[in-house]
């Protein structure tokens, strides 16, 4: 005879894990839409101690379990900004960034004299979960400060700050830039507006040589007075060019399909507190908001009735589904 399950004895994260994982069973049955939003996911802090902009280890560790419940699966900031996405059919792309560099992001720990990613940073963290979870993707793109003072300057121990850019690049994560020392690009004049943005591309090019730095979190997410700096810009022999650049809020953002999406004024969902829960429950909701795959990256796919909504003219290359 089966025990019976005593609910109240059952914790409420996995009851959530539950109620998501058979809403994600029926919302997966919904036809694709191409079309529909993308969340944005934008981190700070994973410390110990949870505050407004801190998330917990364990905090972290639960967020990827319920999106991977939900039926999201990662996807580079890169990939969007092209409109490469390639998610298995059914699910739902998300992009996680993270602003500010701060160790917890990205740290080393010594055992047994060898030098080693700590499992409890971020970087750590998404190692581990792609060893249980290998489909849903390990990408992430990381907004650092080359400039800042100490914890922030490149994740903190800076005898490790050129090792950890290289492989955060290895592991294939995505590094974006911060300004130089997280700098209300607002309150200066252009020539400073040029060198803080400029000189941050040259520290992260000097560590891994090459890289192409193309997408600017914005401090505070505040523009330079003349908006067009954060586009691009020179300062002495270095150029930047940036084919995204992120707010830090206004919840999800519009398809890279979608003649609403404006790459230079990409909006985002803090994640603090409840906001994660809610954004799921928010798309279970109404699942004709969400982005819904294919399942095929040659192809967009989407209902007859959003066609006016298509940017045909930028994606020429790909074959239109309409259905």
Not at 239 to 257: K, M, Q, R, T
Request: aromatic content about 10%; overall charge positive; glycine content about 8%.
């Amino acid at each position: 005879m089966t025990k019976p399950v005593c609910i109240a004895s059952v914790p409420l994260f996995v009851l959530f894990l539950a109620l998501v994982s058979m809403a994600s069973a029926a919302f997966s049955e919904t036809r694709p839409n191409e079309l529909g939003k993308i969340p944005i996911l934008e981190y700070h802090l994973i410390q110990p101690q949870p505050s407004i902009w801190a998330r917990t280890a364990g905090d972290f560790r639960r967020d990827l379990e319920m999106l991977y419940a939900a039926g999201y699966r990662a996807l580079g900031l890169s990939d969007y900004l092209t409109g490469k996405i390639d998610v298995p059919a059914g699910t739902h792309p998300i992009i996680f960034t993270f602003d500010d560099s701060s160790p917890g992001q990205f740290r080393y720990i010594s055992r047994n004299g060898k030098r080693e990613i700590d499992p409890d940073c971020a970087v750590g963290i998404f190692l581990d979960f792609r060893k249980r979870h290998p489909d849903f993707g390990m990408k992430a793109s990381f907004f650092v400060l080359p400039g800042a003072a100490e914890p922030h300057r490149l994740f903190g121990q800076p005898e490790f700050e050129k090792d950890k850019l290289k492989q955060l690049v290895e592991l294939g994560f995505e590094i974006g830039n911060h300004t130089l020392w997280h700098a209300n690009l607002k309150k200066y004049d252009s020539p400073t507006v040029r060198k803080q943005l400029a000189k941050a591309v040259e520290a992260i090019q000097a560590a891994v040589p090459g890289y192409n730095v193309h997408t600017l979190s914005l401090p505070f997410g505040v523009y330079p007075r003349d908006p067009s700096l954060a586009l691009s810009g020179s300062f002495g022999n270095t150029s930047y060019h940036n084919d995204g650049v992120l707010e830090v809020s206004g919840g999800s953002a519009a398809s890279p399909f979608s003649i609403k999406m404006d790459p230079l004024h990409l909006t985002r969902t803090q994640v603090t507190g409840k906001a994660l829960e809610r954004l799921i429950r928010y798309f279970e909701k109404h699942p004709d908001e969400i982005f819904v795959s294919d399942g095929k990256a040659d192809t967009v796919t989407f209902p007859s009735n959003l066609r006016s909504g298509f940017r045909s003219n930028r994606f020429k290359n790909l074959k239109v589904n309409v259905d």
